[in-house]
Nanobody
Framework: EVQLVESGGGLVQAGGSLRLSCAAS????????IGWFRQAPGKEREGVSC????????DFTDSVKGRFTISSDNAKNTVYLQMNSLKPEDTAVYYC???????????????????WGRGTQVTVSS
């Protein structure tokens, strides 16, 4: 059974940092890209970042470029999202998801992800 479990969310002041983790199991971790999405209240779920398994290439949505980084520890089957210089508009539930292939490509399309975690809440106070 494929499982993705997010952790690391919490309450932080603007300008602060958090590191989210996505622990994956039930599939060959090296064969699939992993993405991070977020959903704020009343808004659509949007793509934040992705890391390819075959090439390690990363992608970020424009609003987080220069502030967020993504990395992968294949030995632990875990992907990390390091979030720095957090802003109140980063407040959302953050989800990690398994992509249906190994590379990120361009754009973040939910239909390209077939398994999702339950999410972790990130709240940034002003």
């Amino acid at each position: 059974e494929v499982q993705l479990v997010e952790s690391g969310g919490g309450l932080v002041q603007a300008g602060g940092s958090l590191r989210l983790s996505c622990a994956a199991s039930g599939f060959t971790f090296d064969d699939y890209a992993i993405g991070w999405f977020r959903q704020a209240p009343g808004k659509e779920r949007e793509g934040v970042s992705c890391i390819g398994s075959s090439d390690g290439v990363t992608d970020f949505t424009d609003s987080v470029k220069g502030r967020f980084t993504i990395s992968s520890d294949n030995a632990k089957n875990t992907v990390y999202l390091q979030m720095n210089s957090l802003k109140p508009e980063d407040t959302a539930v953050y989800y990690c998801a398994k992509k249906i292939w190994a590379t990120c490509g361009s754009g973040f399309f939910k239909y390209e992800y077939d398994h999702w975690g339950r999410g972790t809440q990130v709240t940034v106070s002003s």
